[in-house]
């Protein structure tokens, strides 16, 4: 019998493409969107695991609208830090492994290098804060089977993001002034799917040691950078595009002036860290174009 892999939050963006990946694999997946399996509620929670018995957990389930948890951090709290807190007990009790997707909002985004796995947190939003709360709880409730991947920047074509909203954009407007003071890593969906999908059968393997990974894009950017690089493969002049600064986008929720991340400890599960962002573009390119053009 295949193993059982109940993916949480599968209706969101990243959730289904960790679902489109496991359909590669030999396994039973299980599609839990917000209806099926609240992650918050223990009931639903135990349901779920009692008529399915997962081997393996992958949490895509998330509250992410950052700017609204500055005004509601118990509700983001609920989904971010007590979902996991209520899966990772569920994931004690029947023996499972919980991949737990976080965010590079745990680190307070002033650093000068990118953030190593186990260097110290520091989140400067409400989100930030609700995501390291469920970070902790997966690593303190489950040290052996428990595993946090930080990603961020994520984008696929399953639903709204940053680059489709670019690619629309580019259709009619004249010039964008995008911000240049935000560092980080663009991720495909696609790819962080992949990783967690080989990282969840490391772990049943045994070949992965639990802990924090670090599941983005290699090379960095900014938000003008990365936009740039979308009017390039558009065939636009990116000259279209022009650098401004956060404090003209002022926005509730401070976002981390520096969020890239150090991928240094794939390498003790054997698996390579993510490609590089621009590379990684260009292949989700006519998804992504076809997604917003149809
Ligand atoms: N998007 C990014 O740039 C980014 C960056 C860094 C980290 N991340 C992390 O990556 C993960 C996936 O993000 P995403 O972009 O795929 O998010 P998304 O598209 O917003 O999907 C999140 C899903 O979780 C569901 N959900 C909310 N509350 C729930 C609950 N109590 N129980 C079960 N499901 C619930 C949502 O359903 P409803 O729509 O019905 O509420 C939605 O389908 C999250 O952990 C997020 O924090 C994302």
Same mark, same amino acid.
């Given at each position: 019998m295949s193993a059982v892999w109940l993916v949480t939050g599968a209706a969101g963006m990243l959730g289904r493409d960790v679902l489109a990946r496991l359909a590669d694999e030999d396994v039973t997946a299980v599609a839990a969107d917000r209806k099926a399996v609240?992650? $918050?509620?223990p009931g639903s929670v135990r349901a779920a695991f009692e008529e399915h018995r997962p081997a393996v957990v992958v949490n895509c389930a998330a509250w992410t609208a950052v700017d609204d948890a500055e005004t509601m951090e118990a509700s983001a709290l609920l989904v971010n830090g007590t979902g996991p807190e209520v899966l990772a007990a569920a994931c004690r009790e029947h023996g499972a492994v919980l991949l737990q997707v976080s965010t590079d909002y745990v680190f307070a985004g002033d650093a000068e290098k990118p953030y190593a796995e186990d260097d110290p947190t520091g989140p400067r939003s409400a989100y930030g804060r609700t995501k390291l709360a469920g970070e902790r709880a997966v690593l303190g409730t489950l040290p052996d089977t428990g595993y946090v991947v930080r990603t961020a920047w994520l984008y696929g074509a399953g639903s709204g993001n940053f680059v489709r909203t670019m690619i629309r954009l580019e259709g009619v407007k004249d010039t964008l002034d995008v911000v240049d003071d935000q560092r980080g890593q663009p991720t495909w969906t696609v790819d962080l799917a992949d990783r967690l999908v080989r990282l969840g059968q490391a772990a049943l393997a045994g070949t992965a040691p639990a802990g924090v990974y670090h599941g983005t894009g290699g090379g960095e950017t900014t938000w003008f950078g990365l936009t740039r690089e979308i009017f390039r493969l558009l065939g $636009?002049?990116?000259?279209?595009v022009r650098p401004t600064t956060s404090a003209a986008f002022a926005r509730p929720a401070p976002r981390p002036a520096y969020g890239v991340l150090g991928h240094d400890r794939w390498s003790v599960a054997g698996i390579e860290p993510i490609r590089d962002w621009r590379e990684a573009l260009e292949a989700a390119f006519p998804a992504l174009v076809a997604a917003e053009r149809p």
């Open positions: 609240d992650v $918050a509620d $636009a002049d990116p000259e279209r």
